[in-house]
C-alpha cells in the first residue's frame, strides 16, 4: 500500500459510505428491487460492498423521485442491499406518490434522517407512526397535503418529541413551549397509558 494510505475497515466504510441511490429508476414498488441496479451518476460511484456477503457498506438508501404509492417491502431492500441493515440511519422517499407511513420502517431504530417530502400523505396522524423512533432527528413532509393542516409544525413536534429539524429547518424553543394541538396531546396520552 502507498505511504500515507490508510486503509479502513468494513467497519469504518460502513459508517462513511456514500449511498445507495435508488432514485429516478420509475419505481412502483419496493416489491423484488434488484440490489444490483442502484446509480452512480449522482455521487459518483455505487457504494462499496462488503468482502462477505457483497451487500454495501452504507447506512444511506436514497429511493427519491419514483413512483412509489407506498413503503411496504422497504425492510425486505434494505435487508438484501445493505451490509448491516440494523445501522440504517438515512432514507430518502422523497418525491413519490406515498399517501401512508407502513410499519415496516420501525424495524430498522437507528434511524435519524427520513425524507417524505413531495408526497400524498393527507393525515397527519400518519406521522405519529414515526413516535416509535427514538433516533429520529430529521424528517420532512412538506409538500405533503398534511403540510397545510393548521398547526402542522405543532402535531410534527408533539408527535415526535426527539425531532430536531422539521422540514430542513430547525425546531425553535418557542416552537416547543406554544401549545399544542389537543387532539395531538390526546392521542399521546392514549399511548403513553395504553
Known sequence: MPEGVIKLTEKQLLEVGKPVDFSFKHLTSLEGVAIEGPRSQRIGQIPIRGATSRRYLTRAVWLNNNKLPNIRHMDALIN????????????????NYITEIDECILKF????????????????????????????????????PISETRDYRHYVITYLPQVQNLDFSPITILERREPKPPTAVKKVSATANS
Open 80 to 95: 438484501s442491499a445493505l451490509e448491516d441493515p440494523s445501522k440504517l440511519g438515512w432514507i430518502d422517499f422523497s418525491f
Open 109 to 144: 431504530p437507528n434511524l435519524s434522517i427520513v425524507y417524505f417530502h413531495g408526497n400524498l400523505i393527507k393525515n397527519v396522524d400518519e406521522v405519529f407512526r414515526l413516535r416509535p423512533l427514538r433516533q429520529l432527528r430529521t424528517v420532512t413532509f412538506h409538500g405533503n
